[in-house]
């Protein structure tokens, strides 16, 4: 089936531009997370969605982040005000209720966003 | 707070030859810990889980990590490795949720696997 998908690909902004990144999550997963990938740093939480569930947003780096998920599938991760340090993969993964258990989550391929 | 340490940057091991991609961990309460692996221009992909029972785990490709409690470590290993095997390793772990059921990953270890 589908995998998780993530649109654009690449992105290329001018510092102080918006952004908006888009994440589509396996059908069916109602867990929804969003990291960056910086070189070197590893993977950093940013949000966490499940379900109707208020947000887990304890990750976001400033309030120039915020992210939605619509209809408790489609995730949009906004980024205002875009700075140079914002440079970097963003990537989107959702797996099956964390309520319910402890399941792997399922990555997206990331969009590579380079701000100049 | 939660923590996951990745001690190694980079590790190097002879194809057919046993490797240990170390991790250790740190949280409050029982951990459930995970190792994903991603290949050059591939998303990350999920390789084992351990979440309570044996502390031997197996995984996809051949892969199975111990669990440790009382040296909080979760090494990955393999007795053979492969060219194939090549790639950034992650370590992740998610502690008893108190409020949250957040992830923390490593920095990650990148795995060469020398013909």
């Known amino acids: 089936g589908a995998g998780v998908s993530q649109s654009p690909s690449n992105k290329v902004t001018e510092k102080g531009k918006d952004v908006e990144l888009r994440c589509d999550p396996i059908?069916?997963?109602?867990?929804l997370y969003w990291y960056r990938q910086s070189l070197g740093q590893g993977l950093e939480f940013l949000i966490y969605f499940q379900g109707n569930s208020a947000p887990d947003k304890s990750g976001l780096p400033s309030d120039r982040f915020s992210a939605e998920r619509t209809g408790g599938s489609v995730s949009t991760l906004t980024i205002q005000r875009t700075q140079q340090e914002d440079s970097a993969v963003y990537l989107c993964?959702?797996?099956?209720?964390?309520?319910?258990?402890?399941?792997?989550?399922?990555f997206g391929p990331g969009t590579r966003l380079t701000v100049t | 707070a939660q923590s996951v340490a990745q001690p190694e940057d980079q590790v190097n091991v002879a194809e057919g030859n046993p490797l240990t991609v170390k991790c250790t961990y740190s949280?409050?309460?029982?951990?459930?810990l995970f190792w994903y692996v991603q290949y050059p221009n591939r998303g990350l992909q999920f390789l084992l889980k351990?979440?309570?029972?044996?502390?031997l785990v197996k995984g996809s490709y051949g892969f199975e990590a111990e669990f440790n409690k009382s040296q909080t470590s979760f090494h990955l290993k393999k007795p053979s490795a492969l060219v194939s095997d090549s790639a950034l390793y992650f370590c992740?772990?998610?502690?008893?949720?108190?409020?949250?059921?957040?992830?923390?990953f490593g920095t990650g270890t990148r795995l060469k696997v020398l013909a």
């Open positions: 351990y979440i309570t029972g044996d502390n």
């Open positions: 992740a772990v998610r502690g008893l949720p108190s409020g949250t059921y957040k992830y923390i």
């Open positions: 059908s069916g997963h109602t867990a």
């Open positions: 993964a959702s797996s099956w209720s964390t309520r319910g258990g402890v399941y792997e989550q399922y």
């Open positions: 949280v409050s309460g029982n951990p459930y």
